[in-house]
């Protein structure tokens, strides 16, 4: 209950504090977790005993799924992360399982209570005028000529990190602006990429040979001729944002997330942005697009046939 202060752990009801001990002496001798992994088991549930008891509970078998979710909402109301939450969930789920295993539950009230989703803060994206400052590098250096290559093509092509860094020169149709593209899951698409990107690309393919070593097979090398680093790469790209004065901090992940944003502001068109980002669910182009549901369901009742509002008649 609110404004009740919590019972220490050595004055536990018995019906509480005996098989707790039990599960930890389990974890000791049958699991043999490792003390740090033990001692967060112990911290979780002795915190989650001592709030039971105050809300009256004395033993486990009366903990059902609605008491549950009475400790995930304290959780909540104490604003303790997601994370942790879920963290503390998982302690007593294995708890639970333990009580089962030796006969003093039926079933796990904890296995049906979800912890809170964990929001993954995402980057800002760039706008169009920021990302135009960025690529207009105009320097004939091949390491320049290279970074504008890339940015061009991580920003057309809305290509992650490591896959721009692993694309292969046999991966690159220039005529035809495709790449082959590996991406998460080693799953294949091709990716279209135009304009600026498809210029600044042939550039690069043009004076590649004086950089890269004989046998590289690598599209972006570095000054040693060899396949280019993940660090490297986001090096270069947030020395050329300072360069270039852009007041925002650029990373590769950036240029992905702004050719998201852009593309999905252009066109509408979640799906093909689904396709072009090489996500396997929809889900996650509108988690990273950052898209909310009012604009979704501006864009539904402007598109779907059934969605649309009949005029009145003259009746």
């Known amino acids: 209950m609110a404004g009740k202060s919590f019972v220490s752990p050595e004055i536990l009801p018995d019906e509480l504090a005996h098989p707790l001990q039990r599960f930890y002496d389990y974890l000791l001798n049958e699991k043999g977790l490792s003390q740090r992994t033990q001692a967060n088991y112990q911290q979780q549930l002795t915190t989650m005993a001592q709030q039971l008891v105050s809300l009256g509970v004395s033993s486990w078998p009366e903990v059902d799924a609605a008491w549950v979710r009475q400790l995930v909402s304290k959780a909540k109301r104490e604003k303790l992360k997601a994370s942790s939450i879920a963290t503390r969930l998982s302690s007593l789920r294995s708890f639970f399982d333990y009580l089962i295993l030796v006969g003093l539950l039926e079933a796990n009230p904890a296995k049906g209570v979800s912890a809170p989703k964990n929001q993954r803060p995402l980057p800002k994206n760039l706008d169009v005028d920021e990302m135009g400052l960025l690529l207009e590098v105009q320097d004939d250096d091949p390491l320049a000529v290279r970074d504008r290559a890339m940015m061009e093509l991580m920003y057309g092509a809305g ?17 035809q602006g495709e790449i082959r593209v590996i991406g998460k899951g080693n799953k294949e698409r091709k990716a279209p990429f135009s304009g600026q990107a498809k210029e600044w690309l042939g550039r690069w393919l043009s004076i590649r040979s004086t950089m890269a070593s004989e046998s590289e ?99």
Do not use: C
Request: charge should be positive.
């Open 159 to 175: 290509l992650r990190l490591a896959e721009l860094v692993n694309i292969d020169v046999n991966q690159v149709q220039l005529s």
């Open 217 to 315: 097979l690598a599209l972006f090398v570095s000054k040693r001729g060899t396949r280019i680093s993940h660090r490297n790469v986001q090096k270069r790209m947030e020395e050329w944002g300072i360069k270039q004065g852009v007041s925002s901090h650029i990373s590769p992940h950036k240029l992905r997330h702004s050719f998201a944003t852009h593309m999905l502001e252009s066109s509408g068109n979640l799906r093909a942005v689904q396709e072009l980002l090489g996500h396997e669910n929809i889900s996650t182009t509108q988690i990273y697009t950052n898209l909310d549901f009012q604009h979704l369901a501006s864009v539904y009742d402007k598109a779907h046939p059934r969605a649309r509002k009949n005029k009145k008649s003259d009746d």
